[in-house]
């Protein structure tokens, strides 16, 4: 089972960008990485899923163009770059592991962090 750490997270404007890492210890190879997101008093949300060989969805419309996520299977980093942010990004980011193929179901996902938080805000 994957170990996920979480980092990169913090206060920025509207408008502004922060990159996320999760930098996974243990087996790697084959993995799909997912990231989601929990905002206070929703549900979580599924954001990206990256794949082994690097097939990459990017699911809510209301990031996409904006965030894009890429791995490096080398360092065992799955990254999401997030550009021209928006107070409704605001919330706690959390990357998880699971075999093979992407899914939005979190409880697929078996292996996760501790969450990293993002706050947008002026």
């Known amino acids: 089972q994957l170990q996920l750490v979480e980092s990169g997270g913090g206060l920025v404007q509207p408008g502004g960008s922060l990159r996320l890492s999760c930098t996974a210890s243990?087996?790697?190879?084959?993995?799909?990485i997912g990231w989601f997101r929990q905002a206070p008093g929703k549900e979580r949300e599924a954001v990206s899923c990256?794949?082994?060989?690097?097939?990459?969805?990017v699911y809510p419309d209301s990031v996409k163009g904006r965030f894009t996520i890429s791995r490096n299977n080398a360092r065992n980093v799955v990254d999401l770059q997030m550009n021209s942010l928006k107070v409704e990004d605001t919330a706690v980011y959390y990357c998880a592991a699971k075999a093979w193929i992407c899914s939005t179901t979190p409880t697929d996902f078996g292996s996760w962090g501790q969450g990293t938080q993002v706050t947008v805000s002026a």
């Open positions: 990256i794949t082994w060989g690097g097939g990459n969805i």
């Open positions: 243990g087996f790697f190879r084959n993995s799909a």
